[in-house]
């Protein structure tokens, strides 16, 4: 059976499927056995524990790092954790149903969802989140029956089938080898969609029910650069397909080559290929590709794999050890970006009809300023870790939208020097920069330069600003394109406004990724380009195909069509003249 989604990530994997939902199911299928169904029992009890311990914990913590107030959550947790009436629907759906815990919650969040989806108060709707958060919790402390799934799926490819992969399954993912991903909802610019082309994973979203067609263990094709999910194939089309896996690892491991080479045009202009990063972990990947630093560090990845709150202690060994494994110390580390699809319950962050347009970013940094604080101190004490050459740190501000809140960032971070100063505390230089991902700083950037060092333009938000377009939404996401007429016009606007002042400018969406939005961009004149490592090979060799004469007479030809559909297909036919070996590398 074949199933078409969104094309996310390019690749091809032959394997089996490994589904997960909200929280990850035991895969066995069979009723468990007397001595198993109390040894399920015990685990529970003990998870139950673990849980109760764990939020009294993170209630101390937060109320002393943050306040009592937004402490108060897990007070709340704390009470459904010990809700009779949910324990022993936990309990009852083990014992009578013979299955694992981990499904009786996934059962039991199934129920309560159906339930108060019939309801249109937003208390009881905030307190299936709770309940959510609760279970996942829970979900959590019984993973050792988890860890043990995938071993037993024969050593075959993993695919994750998953409806959403949130950012907060990249903890339970990290133990596990994923070769592919498939998800029910999300886009090109999703969570599942970064995280995939970040490791350089095929990845297919937008499959609506794939759920419900297949289960684990049961064999997959996943094809990221066509979109294609293929179910149970048959042996002339797995063979067909392994056959383009061979073909697509091959050109991957050629590419590589390149890591030492310098990344420049065919007439020789000098190009920045910088990493896009979530943490540590990232870092091996973007020496291997001979990235040139870190153009965007997402920090609140940090946060949301901490198992209570950094402190500002743990902030600072975190960041001093990004800047040292950092190629040539080079690196942009981007403020809390909480909000939209990533919550931290501690931030509170309910409720909201439309959290993308909401309190989110700097907007909910600035309601914490002495939470957000400890983050920019410890920024600027680890810069001045000693390295050779000396680092080079930025520190950028996402979701400036008014000049106004630029101009409160830039003396919050000159409060913050003073109070280290005070404190006789060593601090490092540090460039201030803002992300451009409203349109409203967009079209006003002449006003911000005078406030900052350097522009990063946040292509995925943009655009699904300017579309008015949810992009983890499927049914919208034809719409949320970076190469339509509109969007290139604005990155225009932006690119020759900041290059006219003589002001740093990169952009560090997905779109500097893809080969056919680094050819456009390169002709409307940026030299700098922040991406998925994976992205890093294939662009330095068609920068290396291509003169900036070149590139320029066809971002002029690209600002002249009319429709998105238009621009895409002359884009590849300029792709396929100048550079055919990465044409395969290249999404749909």
Same mark, same amino acid.
């Given at each position: 059976?074949?199933?078409?989604?969104?094309?996310?990530?390019?690749?091809?994997?032959?394997?089996?499927?490994?589904?997960?939902?909200?929280?990850?199911?035991?895969?066995?299928?069979?009723?468990?056995?007397?001595?198993?169904?109390?040894?399920?029992?015990?685990?529970?009890?003990?998870?139950?524990?673990?849980?109760?311990?764990?939020?009294?914990?993170?209630?101390?913590?937060?109320?002393?790092?943050?306040?009592?107030?937004?402490?108060?959550?897990?007070?709340?947790?704390?009470?459904?954790?010990?809700?009779?009436?949910?324990?022993?629907?936990?309990?009852?759906?083990?014992?009578?149903?013979?299955?694992?815990?981990?499904?009786?919650?996934? /059962?039991? &969040?199934? #129920?309560?969802?159906?339930?108060? *989806? =019939? $309801?249109? +108060?937003?208390?009881?709707? @905030?307190? !299936? %989140?709770?309940?959510?958060?609760?279970?996942?919790?829970?979900?959590?402390?019984?993973?050792?029956?988890?860890?043990?799934?995938?071993?037993?799926?024969?050593?075959?490819?993993?695919?994750?089938?998953?409806?959403?992969?949130?950012?907060?399954?990249?903890?339970?993912?990290?133990?596990?080898?994923?070769?592919?991903?498939?998800?029910?909802?999300?886009?090109?610019?999703?969570?599942?969609?970064?995280?995939?082309?970040?490791?350089?994973?095929?990845?297919?979203?937008?499959?609506?029910?794939?759920?419900?067609?297949?289960?684990?263990?049961?064999?997959?094709?996943?094809?990221?650069?066509?979109?294609?999910?293929?179910?149970?194939?048959?042996?002339?089309?797995?063979?067909?397909?392994?056959?383009?896996?061979?073909?697509?690892?091959?050109?991957? /491991?050629? &590419?590589? #080559?390149?890591?030492?080479?310098? *990344? =420049? $045009?065919? +007439?020789?202009?000098?190009? @920045?290929? !910088? %990493?896009?990063?979530?943490?540590?972990?990232?870092?091996?990947?973007?020496?291997?590709?001979?990235?040139?630093?870190?153009?965007?560090?997402?920090?609140?990845?940090?946060?949301?794999?901490?198992?209570?709150?950094?402190?500002?202690?743990?902030?600072?060994?975190?960041?001093?050890?990004?800047?040292?494994?950092?190629?040539?110390?080079?690196?942009?580390?981007?403020?809390?970006?909480?909000?939209?699809?990533?919550?931290?319950?501690?931030?509170?962050?309910?409720?909201?009809?439309?959290?993308?347009?909401?309190?989110?970013?700097?907007?909910?940094?600035?309601?914490?300023?002495?939470?957000?604080?400890?983050?920019?101190?410890?920024?600027?004490?680890?810069?001045?870790?000693?390295?050779?050459?000396?680092?080079?740190?930025?520190?950028?501000?996402?979701?400036?939208?008014?000049?106004?809140?630029?101009?409160?960032? =830039?003396?919050?971070?000159?409060?913050?020097?003073?109070? !280290?100063?005070?404190?006789?505390?060593?601090?490092?230089?540090?460039?201030?920069?803002?992300?451009?991902?409203?349109?409203?700083?967009?079209?006003?950037?002449?006003?911000?330069?005078?406030?900052?060092?350097?522009?990063?333009?946040?292509?995925?938000?943009?655009?699904?600003?300017?579309?008015?377009?949810?992009?983890?939404?499927?049914?919208?996401?034809?719409?949320?394109?970076?190469?339509?007429?509109?969007?290139?016009?604005?990155?225009?606007?932006?690119?020759?406004?900041?290059?006219?002042?003589?002001?740093?400018?990169?952009?560090?969406?997905?779109?500097?990724?893809?080969?056919?939005?680094?050819?456009?961009?390169?002709?409307?004149?940026?030299?700098?380009?922040?991406?998925?490592?994976?992205?890093?090979?294939?662009?330095?060799?068609?920068?290396?195909?291509?003169?900036?004469?070149?590139?320029?007479?066809?971002?002029?030809?690209?600002?002249?069509?009319?429709?998105?559909?238009?621009?895409?297909?002359?884009?590849?036919?300029?792709?396929?003249?100048?550079?055919?070996?990465?044409?395969?590398?290249?999404?749909?």
């Amino acid at each position: 059976m074949l199933r078409r989604g969104v094309a996310v990530s390019p690749g091809v994997v032959v394997g089996v499927a490994y589904c997960i939902h909200e929280v990850f199911v035991d895969p066995r299928g069979k009723p468990l056995e007397e001595q198993e169904l109390l040894q399920e029992l015990e685990a529970f009890d003990q998870a139950v524990e673990k849980a109760a311990a764990d939020l009294r914990a993170l209630y101390d913590k937060v109320a002393s790092q943050v306040g009592s107030q937004e402490a108060e959550i897990f007070h709340a947790h704390e009470a459904i954790l010990h809700d009779p009436a949910f324990l022993h629907k936990v309990r009852e759906h083990i014992t009578q149903h013979r299955t694992t815990a981990q499904g009786a919650l996934h /059962h039991v &969040l199934n #129920e309560y969802t159906s339930l108060f *989806a =019939r $309801t249109k +108060d937003d208390f009881l709707k @905030e307190r !299936l %989140a709770d309940l959510r958060d609760v279970i996942v919790r829970l979900s959590g402390h019984l993973s050792q029956v988890i860890k043990q799934g995938p071993a037993a799926l024969g050593g075959e490819p993993l695919v994750v089938v998953a409806d959403e992969l949130l950012p907060s399954h990249a903890i339970t993912l990290g133990g596990c080898e994923v070769s592919g991903i498939v998800t029910q909802r999300g886009g090109p610019t999703s969570h599942a969609a970064i995280l995939a082309r970040s490791r350089g994973i095929p990845a297919v979203t937008g499959v609506r029910d794939i759920l419900r067609q297949v289960k684990t263990g049961d064999r997959i094709i996943v094809d990221g650069r066509e979109g294609v999910v293929v179910l149970a194939p048959d042996p002339e089309s797995e063979a067909a397909y392994r056959k383009l896996q061979r073909e697509f690892v091959h050109r991957q /491991h050629q &590419l590589a #080559e390149n890591r030492d080479q310098p *990344a =420049r $045009t065919a +007439d020789g202009v000098e190009l @920045e290929l !910088l %990493a896009n990063v979530n943490g540590l972990g990232d870092l091996e990947q973007a020496r291997a590709v001979g990235a040139a630093g870190v153009g965007l560090y997402r920090t609140e990845y940090l946060f949301l794999t901490h198992p209570s709150v950094p402190s500002e202690a743990e902030q600072l060994e975190n960041y001093r050890r990004m800047i040292l494994a950092t190629p040539r110390h080079r690196i942009t580390i981007r403020t809390l970006d909480i909000g939209g699809d990533k919550t931290i319950p501690y931030l509170g962050h309910r409720g909201e009809a439309n959290p993308f347009l909401g309190w989110r970013s700097i907007r909910l940094s600035f309601e914490h300023p002495e939470f957000f604080q400890k983050q920019i101190r410890a920024v600027l004490q680890a810069a001045a870790v000693q390295t050779n050459p000396p680092a080079c740190v930025q520190l950028m501000f996402p979701m400036v939208t008014i000049v106004e809140e630029m101009q409160r960032l =830039r003396a919050l971070v000159r409060r913050c020097q003073r109070q !280290l100063r005070a404190e006789g505390k060593e601090q490092g230089p540090v460039q201030i920069g803002m992300m451009v991902e409203v349109p409203a700083a967009a079209i006003n950037i002449d006003a911000f330069l005078p406030l900052v060092d350097f522009v990063s333009i946040g292509s995925n938000d943009l655009v699904q600003y300017l579309m008015a377009a949810d992009r983890d939404n499927p049914k919208v996401s034809h719409l949320c394109q970076p190469l339509s007429p509109a969007v290139l016009r604005v990155l225009h606007h932006l690119i020759r406004t900041c290059l006219r002042a003589g002001k740093p400018v990169s952009l560090c969406g997905e779109m500097a990724g893809s080969p056919r939005g680094f050819l456009l961009l390169l002709g409307m004149g940026l030299r700098s380009f922040s991406m998925s490592p994976s992205f890093i090979p294939l662009n330095k060799r068609l920068a290396s195909a291509v003169t900036t004469g070149q590139a320029a007479q066809i971002a002029q030809r690209a600002l002249e069509l009319r429709t998105g559909r238009q621009i895409r297909r002359f884009l590849a036919q300029q792709i396929h003249a100048l550079c055919p070996d990465v044409e395969i590398l290249d999404v749909e």
